[in-house]
C-alpha cells in the first residue's frame, strides 16, 4: 500500500497496484462484486479462508510441490509421500480457518488424503511439467496484466503436441462446460502465452485439472477427478482486452464516487466463499446466505 495522498479520490490511502496492474483474480473479483473488490484490494483486506478455501489451498500446494520435483527429475512421487504431503500441509493451511460454519475439519483430512490420491493417479502421473508457476506482465493500456499459471506441460497422451497451460481447481461438485466458458482466466493466460512465444505453448487451449472431493455415506470420503480443456479464440482475447479498458474506467468512476457496490445475486455470494460478508451486511444489511 502506498501512503501518497491522491487527489479527488475518495480513499485517502490507495492501494498503488489497484490502478496499475491487474490479474485474472482480481478482475473476476471485479466483475463479481465491487464492494468484495474494495474490501479486498482497495481496503488491502484479507480475511481468513473457509474451510473449502483452506481444502483447496492445501490441493494447490500438493500440485505445485509435486510438479516442481517432477519437472526436475521426471519422477513421480509414490501415493503414501503424495498422501502424507497433503495432510501436512492440511495441518498448517487449516489452523488458519476460524469459522467452519457446517464443515468438519477431520472429515475433510479424510477427504483430501483421498483426494490426494486420486489427483496422483488421474493427473499428477500423467502430466510433465515444463514450467512451474510461471510469472507473467503484459502491458495493456494502462494496465499491467499480470498473474501465475500454476503448471505448463504436456499431457501424456499429448506428446506429439505443444505445451498446454493448466490450472487445479478443488470442487465439491462437477464443473461442467457452461462453467468452463465463464471463466475469465484462461483467457488471460492465453493471452499472457500469445505474447511469449518462446514458450511455444498453444494458446487455443487451456486445461483445468478438477478434483471433486465427496463423501457418501456406507464408503466415507471419495474424489473424482475431471480435466477439461477449455478453448480460447483470438475474438475472446480482443473482447477480454476491451473489457479491462472498461473495467479501468469503471474502477476510477468508484473510486471518484466513492461507491463500490455489493452484487447479492451472483452464486459466489455466500458465507463460505466471501470472507467480507459480515462487513457487508453490515454496511448494506440483509442476510448472506451460507
Ligand atoms: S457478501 Fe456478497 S455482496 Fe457482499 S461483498 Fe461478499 S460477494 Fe459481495
Known amino acids: 500500500m502506498s ?23 482480481k ?56 498422501k502424507e504431503f497433503w495432510a501436512d500441509r492440511w495441518a498448517t493451511v487449516s489452523k488458519e ?17 483421498e483426494a490426494a490420491k486420486v489427483w496422483r493417479s488421474d493427473i499428477g502421473v500423467n502430466f510433465q511439467p515444463h514450467e512451474t508457476k510461471f510469472y507473467f506482465e503484459l502491458p495493456i493500456y494502462d494496465w499491467i496484466l499480470n498473474g501465475e499459471i500454476d503448471t505448463i506441460g504436456k499431457p501424456s497422451n499429448e506428446e506429439h503436441l505443444p505445451v498446454i ?24 493466460y492465453s493471452l499472457a502465452l500469445q505474447h511469449t512465444p518462446k514458450l511455444e505453448a498453444r ?14 455415506k456406507t464408503r466415507g470420503p471419495e474424489a473424482v477427478s475431471q480435466i477439461i480443456n477449455r478453448p ?15 473495467a479501468r474506467t469503471q474502477i476510477m468512476d468508484s473510486f471518484r464516487s466513492g461507491v463500490f457496490l455489493p452484487n447479492r445475486k451472483h452464486t459466489l455470494c455466500t458465507r463460505r466463499f466471501c470472507g467480507f460478508w459480515h ?12
Open 3 to 25: 501512503e501518497k495522498k491522491v487527489e479527488g479520490y475518495v480513499e485517502p490511502t490507495v492501494a498503488e497496484d489497484v490502478v496499475r496492474t491487474m490479474s485474472p483474480n
Open 97 to 113: 480457518v476460524e469459522d467452519w460454519e457446517s464443515d468438519d475439519p477431520n472429515t475433510m483430512l479424510d477427504q483430501g488424503v
Open 27 to 82: 478482475f473476476g473479483m471485479w466483475t463479481r462484486c465491487q464492494y468484495q473488490f474494495f474490501q479486498r484490494y482497495v481496503l488491502g483486506l484479507k480475511r481468513p479462508p473457509s474451510g473449502p478455501i483452506a481444502f483447496g489451498k492445501a490441493t494447490d500446494e500438493l500440485s505445485a510441490a509435486f510438479f516442481e520435483e517432477k519437472k526436475a527429475t521426471h519422477e513421480d512421487w509414490d501415493e503414501s509421500l503424495t
Open 203 to 216: 494458446i487455443d487451449t487451456f486445461q483445468y485439472h478438477v478434483l471433486i472431493r465427496k463423501n457418501t
Open 165 to 188: 497451460a493448466t490450472d487445479t481447481k478443488t470442487t465439491k461438485r462437477a464443473w461442467r462446460l457452461k462453467k468452463v466458458l465463464e471463466e475469465d482466466q484462461p483467457v488471460a
Open 232 to 246: 480460447v479464440d483470438q475474438e475472446e482475447r480482443d473482447g477480454f482486452v476491451i473489457r479491462l479498458e472498461m
Open 279 to 290: 462487513d457487508c451486511e453490515k454496511a448494506f444489511g440483509g442476510t448472506i446466505p451460507e
